[in-house]
């Protein structure tokens, strides 16, 4: 009889474990993640860094502070999706035609950008805004897998922020012709075989 209820255990035992792992995975799926009061809470999750500013970047081109023309009184308000009549040198791309201006900027505080809750982020800190979506790319650029770091490898870091590299209005990194190798230095000859083909695994 022993023999026979140990087998029988034996046999019960991996469905048992199964359902108790088809529960548990479905007890979490079930749960709906918190929602960031402030998009900043996300940078208490990682170890600091520094971003290189970006506002200042934007006030050397005219473009801010954007309340300097947006201050509601020169230039109104106005949330109908519309063709532009300034501003008409930007091509919305982004989003392939789900995305307006105020999906990212602020309605009524232009000089900062808004998160989907309307909470004010700085330009200074526009991965915030991009991890919204991008959410994916947010945390290798915080892991530092993603992205650029400046200065010194060591230490501090110091980070681009996305929009250094990408045009928020079209982030798709377009292809660019590789520069030439370097020249042979004076007094050497180029290798014969510098520029053989290599061979393929099943050759080798």
């Known amino acids: ?37 402030d998009p900043r809470e996300v940078l208490e999750r990682y170890r600091p860094l520094e971003v290189r500013e970006r506002q200042p970047v934007l006030e050397d081109n005219g473009y801010y502070p954007c309340s300097d023309c947006h201050d509601g009184v ?14 008409d040198e930007i091509q919305l791309v982004h989003g392939g035609g789900r995305f307006w201006c105020l999906t990212c900027h602020g309605e009524e505080d232009r000089d900062h950008l808004a998160s989907l809750k ?42 681009a922020v996305c929009t250094e590299c990408h045009d928020p209005h079209d982030p798709q990194i377009k292809p660019r012709k590789p520069y030439r190798p370097p020249q042979v230095r004076s007094g050497l000859q180029p290798a014969p075989n510098a520029h053989h083909e290599r061979a393929k695994p099943w050759q080798m």
């Open 1 to 37: 009889m022993a023999a026979a209820t140990k087998l029988r255990l034996r046999a019960i035992l991996p469905v048992l474990i199964a359902v108790l792992v088809g529960v548990t995975l479905l007890a979490q799926e079930s749960e709906v993640p918190r929602q960031l009061d």
């Open 74 to 87: 020169e230039v109104e308000i106005n949330p109908t999706i519309r063709e532009l009549m300034v501003h």
């Open 118 to 159: 309307q909470q004010p982020i700085s330009f200074d800190e526009s991965f915030l805004l991009c991890g919204q979506c991008h959410f994916q790319r947010q945390r290798d650029f915080f892991l530092g897998v993603h992205g650029k770091r400046l200065e010194s490898w060591q230490g501090e870091r110091t980070v």
